[in-house]
């Protein structure tokens, strides 16, 4: 049952992290909410993966040895793969459930 609770935040996170105009890696709220997913759900690899990533993403835009655009493109990337890879587990489990 964790295992679905964390897939549906995954799911529900399914905004970029990264949006197209607005850098989050400046926005205080965006990072508590990050900050309580993971202390939430330490151990969803998934969302600590993701935390890390961010962390480091904004770390190297603030040092200016990667684009803001290259990052978002990236991290959006990642996230939508773990996404997948969360609805791809959910439709597994449910499968799975019903037999």
Request: charged share 30%; net charge positive; aromatic share 10%.
């Amino acid at each position: 049952m964790k295992k679905i609770i964390v897939i549906l935040i995954l799911i529900l996170l399914s905004a970029p992290a990264f949006s197209q105009d607005k850098n989050y890696c400046k926005d205080k709220e965006s990072w508590k909410e990050w900050d309580e997913l993971v202390h939430k759900y330490p151990h969803s690899m998934n969302i600590q993966m993701l935390h890390a990533v961010r962390i480091g993403f904004c770390k190297k835009i603030e040092d200016g040895s990667i684009s803001f655009e290259k990052a978002r493109d990236v991290f959006n990337q990642l996230h939508e793969t773990v996404i997948k890879k969360g609805k791809k587990e959910q439709n597994q489990w449910l499968k799975n459930k019903q037999i």
